[in-house]
């Protein structure tokens, strides 16, 4: 970080977090949320994980944790989205407790585009090109992107507010043809 980022940038608070050692890392398809913190709520109630691991990141609210495998963006202090990560060079994977309908489940980077579709049903939109290819879930305000490398192997899981094809160009770039909002028989 140069001079004047240091001398101009707006503080920080979040060098000061303390990690919380109970704090049990866990996300909740269900209910958005991670550690019992939803989307739409003040990041402040995530302090409990420490200071993230990249600081110029977070002064952008991208608050990243390779050690973790996780990333939290926030938006004016607001908690917009959670990326699990289980096959990225800079993060270690993803080792939180994972919910979905109220039961613990496993996922991983052996993880199978298969495997998400039984256990979360057909997308919304499936994306592929030679890079990767991402699974689209819509679940009204929300929305989950499934990303798996080209070999089939779990990459991410973003889950975020507002979704990204709210927006019309974002769904025009993704040659996304289906009716916008999505109805539940068309998901």
């Known amino acids: 970080m140069g001079l004047f980022d240091r001398l101009f940038a707006k ?8 990690p919380d050692p109970n704090l049990r890392l866990e996300f909740d398809f269900d209910r958005y949320s ?21 600081r110029r990141a977070a ?10 495998g996780l990333e939290v963006d926030a938006y004016f202090g607001v908690v917009v989205s959670y990326a699990l990560i289980w096959n990225d060079e800079r993060y270690k994977p993803f080792s939180g407790i ?23 049903g057909k997308p919304y939109w499936h994306h592929e090109d030679e890079d990767d290819i991402i699974l689209f879930y819509e679940r009204g305000l929300i929305e989950w992107q499934v990303e798996m490398s080209p070999e089939l192997q ?12 709210s927006d019309v160009s974002q769904r025009q770039i993704y040659g996304v043809t289906k009716p916008w909002p999505p109805q539940e028989e068309n998901c």
Request: glycine share 6%; with cysteine.
């Open 11 to 18: 503080p920080d608070p979040s060098r000061k977090w303390a």
């Open 34 to 54: 991670l550690s019992a913190v939803r989307l739409g709520e003040p990041m402040e109630r995530l302090t409990g994980l420490g200071p993230p691991e990249d």
């Open 59 to 68: 002064l952008q609210e991208d608050y990243c944790y390779f050690s973790k």
């Open 98 to 120: 994972l919910r979905h309908q109220s039961a613990v489940i496993a996922l991983g980077p052996r993880t199978r585009e298969v495997d998400i579709v039984e256990r979360f």
């Open 154 to 165: 779990l990459n991410a899981i973003v889950v975020c507010t507002p979704p990204l094809f």
